[in-house]
């Protein structure tokens, strides 16, 4: 028994901490929103990308950690990327780093062996030069809503949102049971405003023209591989969730002992500090179920679907809590754009809802404990 | 990571469970907060002991097992998983033995151990007075020196002490500097509770049972240890004169950390838990009680995960420190939670007098003991999120 990331697990996730530091500030993240006014300052004109970031980690090999060695990748497992995820979420990195490298190789690495453009794929990941999304869809094709759930919901949660669909080089489209692989630009995109500009994100709808020739996957395989997929989407998510939550609880120490009222530091109240210990202590409880979720995950325990819908109940309550907490302590500063906060707390409602929200993973954990 | 049990592991488990399945007593004793069910849980703790099973992770020499801190974790799981009784030994091997394996000489680790871990000896904790609760600092009760007769004169209150009145020993602050204030001055006593100088008063708690007692010291005569039974017999100090302080909060954090509540006493509350939403499901339940459960479950879970990560830190050389206040704050809570879903699934027979209701009354009293939540939750921004005390 050892419940700890390894020496070399700690050694990874300290150097993609700093990369991302160096590359993935507030400035950048702000140069992602397409529209400089509701980001509070940046040039404007983003596509939910930071660049630098997404150039940085293909080229230390992040986006092929979890490839296959046969295609050039790292042949590493979710426990090696989540604690990635958790520096991704602390930096507020908006680029599809859990789609790519987690959610596209586990759909790609269930179609390699009998498909190659899966393996052609899996390689160009790991060489970095393709990002791609992944979007578990309604089948229903004349969805418009994007919020509608079928039958598949107690499963999967679906939506028809794609985040910087436009930068994408090929969104995996997975409905209830097939797979499809389609470009972007066949795709009728519709840019909706999410609150988090730095997502940058479309609506569409499932094109009626898919079939053989988009499908890399039908029937159980297919089934099988969205859920492995959707398992992982929900726990990046997860391990995000609770990275942006540090970075604001950090934020927020920061400023209660540089702030003072009544000629004191506002972190010197005492309902200044319960505020906080009270957000930090869902975000501990939190993380060792991410960090546990991922060792099932790569270990392929038949309760890995439980264990992360318990490890993203939890994160989504604890950034929302710790959102909340942080907002409050901050008082009106956090309330403007022109601070960075809204930053992270923007993402982190974002987040919260994606790939099943608190209930529909609560859901989860009560259907399989009680048998309902 | 590696989240699976090793082979000599797994073989301690065995070994556990097939011991407690079949002595553990059914049906379960009485509460061991009266003075019959007390009787009952001493024999209790008697057969625990006679097979080495009371304080596993101690030396073989003082009546343990020498198991790992892991093997504690299993024993424990164990333990609440086939519902074995409370330990009414728990003040003594939990919270007071930690400190002498810490500050005891060894002439004290070898008479006191042994006849605590065989409940010999039975102690109870002596923090609290009526005007030092929070503010344990605000110790009045007093030592005084009698170099004459060669040893300290107690006088003073403690109060709230649990099972005080089936105890034999007390341990607890006393302050043995008159001139001094606050946390100095103070000094680790342990202390007979018979003879003369000695009142204790047993009453009632919340849930009815006199769980409680207050402790009346009237010029209580302690010799000084010669390091023989016959004066450690009648009690004696840990650590150094004036230094009670430091060597208490040696014991704080025992409490509020690993040692007090292991998860498997909350994963086997969750169990009983799910079982009962089960059993109500025939009568229709509700999305949002199932999610309550789920929710409820989950924490218990979340609560075992972290102590892991704790225990794994513990082995590899990492204090827990001031972390262990979010444990303390965390598994009350999450007492009073899984309580508050059983009773609410209980409906109308929430209100009987049964084991949920009389579980939530003692839940409710874990935000209050080893220090309040309120005082955890300071010590959590101070110490570890690092906000100005002042
Ligand atoms: C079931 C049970 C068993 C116990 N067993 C023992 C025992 O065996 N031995 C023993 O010595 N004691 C025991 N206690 C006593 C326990 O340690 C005290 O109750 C506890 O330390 C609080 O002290 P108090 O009751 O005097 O409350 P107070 O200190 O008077 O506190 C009352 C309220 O004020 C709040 N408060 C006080 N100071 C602050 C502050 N600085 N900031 C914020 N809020 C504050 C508290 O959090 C609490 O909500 C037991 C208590 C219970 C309920």
Known sequence: MRFALTEDQVEFRAVVRGLLADTCGPDELRAAWPDAETAGGGPGGGNGRVPGAWSALAEMGVLGIMVPEA?????????????????????????PLAATAGVAVTLLRHASSSEPRAQELLAQIATGEISLGCVFANSSRSNSTGLESTESASVVAVSNFVPAATSLD????????????????????????SVDGARDLFHFVVPAELGESTALLTGAAAQ???LAAFDFAALGAAAELIGLSRRMLEMTILYATERKQFGVQIGSFQAVKHHLTNASLAVEFAEPLVLRAANSLALGNPQASLHVSMAKAKASAAAKGAAAASLQVHGAIGYTVEYDLHLYMKRSW?????????????RRVSAELLAI | MDLTWSESEEAFRTEARSWLESN??????????????????????????????????????????????WEWLIFEEEYYRVGGPQRVTQNGIFLLAPTIFEFGTAAQQDYYLPRMSSAVDLWCQGWSEPN??????????????????????????????????????????????????????????????EGDGVTVRGFGRLDGDEGFAEVFFDDLFIPDDDGTPDTMVRGG??????????????????????????????????????????????????????????????????????????????????????????????????????????????????????????????????????????????????????????
């Not at chain 2, 007090?260 to 009983?272: E, H, K, N, W, Y």
């Not at chain 2, 479950?297 to 001031?322: K, N, P, R």
């Open chain 1, 170 to 193: 090929q969104i995996l489209l997975c409905l209830d049971d097939s797979v499809h692989l389609v470009d972007p630009a066949s795709l009728h995109l519709e840019r909706v405003q």
């Open chain 2, 24 to 69: 553990v007593p059914t049906p379960s004793l009485p509460s061991g907060d009266t003075k019959e069910g007390f009787a009952l849980h001493l024999e209790w703790e008697h057969r625990l002991a006679a097979d080495q099973w009371a304080v596993v992770s101690w030396p073989k020499a003082f009546g343990g097992r020498d198991a790992s801190l």
């Open chain 2, 237 to 390: 100090i840990l650590g150094e004169v004036n230094q009670g302080w430091g060597v208490a909060m040696a014991t704080t954090s025992s409490e509020r950390g690993l040692t007090l509540r292991s998860p498997g006493r909350f994963q086997a509350t969750a169990t009983r838990l799910v079982d009962l939403a089960r059993e109500r499901m025939g009568d229709g339940l509700s999305q949002q009680m199932a999610d309550a459960v789920a929710d409820a479950w989950i924490d218990a879970e979340a609560y075992s995960l972290f102590t892991l990560s704790d225990v794994t830190g513990v082995v590899e050389g990492v204090s827990m420190g001031a972390r262990s206040s979010y444990n303390k704050i965390f598994w009350s809570e999450l007492d009073v939670r899984l309580h508050e879903v059983a009773l609410d699934l209980l409906g109308a027979e929430a209100e009987l007098d049964g084991p949920w209701m009389k579980g939530y009354q003692f839940a409710l009293s874990g935000p209050i003991y080893a220090g309040t939540n309120e005082i955890q939750r300071n010590i959590v921004a101070e110490r570890v999120l690092g906000l100005p005390r002042k």
């Open chain 2, 132 to 193: 030092a609760g929070s503010d344990l600092a605000a110790v009045r009760s007093k030592a005084t020196r009698d170099e004459a007769a060669g040893g300290w004169r107690l006088s003073g209150q403690k109060t709230w002490t649990t099972r005080g009145a089936f105890c034999n020993y007390l341990f607890g602050l006393f302050r043995t500097d008159p001139e001094s204030e606050r946390h100095k001055g103070m000094t680790y006593f342990m202390v007979p509770l």
């Open chain 1, 350 to 362: 974002a987040l919260a809802g994606e790939f099943g929200d608190v209930e529909f993973h609560r």
């Open chain 1, 224 to 226: 099988a591989a969205t």
């Open chain 1, 71 to 95: 295609q050039g990748g790292l042949a590493m497992t979710e426990e090696d990327l989540i604690p990635l995820l958790l520096e991704a979420g602390w930096a507020g990195l908006p680029d």
